[in-house]
């Protein structure tokens, strides 16, 4: 029975290592496409740089944030939790940031 425990442990661990990885990738591959779009669009003068890159990056930070909430899943020790918090506070403030500057952005478009 122990050893079936183990197996379970190792197969969650594993398959929350992939996650976590499938999520950073996703949140990073977002950023950069959003930071080329957003030079793109600030050479071309668009009004809607600031609008764009601002919901990129929101965009790619939410799944950068799943990835943290996802590690929390094999974290052992209290200072890896602790480390692991932070990261996910620093993370959901860039995020209410950047979603407060997409919402003044909108009001000024219109």
Same mark, same amino acid.
């Given at each position: 029975m122990n050893? !079936? =425990?183990v197996m379970l442990e190792i197969f969650l %661990?594993?398959?929350v290592g992939l @996650? !976590? /990885?499938?999520f950073e990738l996703v949140g990073v591959m977002i950023i !950069?496409? @959003?930071g080329i779009r957003g030079l793109v669009d600030y050479i071309k003068?668009?009004? &809607?740089?600031? $609008? /764009?890159? =601002?919901?990129?990056? =929101? *965009?790619? $930070? %939410? #799944?950068?944030?799943?990835s943290e909430i996802l590690r929390t899943v094999v974290v052992r020790e209290f200072t890896e939790i602790a480390l692991v918090a932070a990261i996910i506070a620093v993370r959901a403030a860039l &995020? #209410? *940031? !950047? /979603?407060? %500057?997409i919402k003044n952005e909108e009001n000024i478009e219109e």
């Amino acid at each position: 029975m122990n050893q !079936i =425990a183990v197996m379970l442990e190792i197969f969650l %661990e594993s398959c929350v290592g992939l @996650a !976590i /990885h499938g999520f950073e990738l996703v949140g990073v591959m977002i950023i !950069i496409v @959003a930071g080329i779009r957003g030079l793109v669009d600030y050479i071309k003068k668009s009004p &809607t740089v600031r $609008l /764009h890159l =601002a919901q990129g990056m =929101a *965009l790619g $930070l %939410e #799944f950068k944030l799943g990835s943290e909430i996802l590690r929390t899943v094999v974290v052992r020790e209290f200072t890896e939790i602790a480390l692991v918090a932070a990261i996910i506070a620093v993370r959901a403030a860039l &995020t #209410f *940031l !950047i /979603h407060w %500057e997409i919402k003044n952005e909108e009001n000024i478009e219109e």
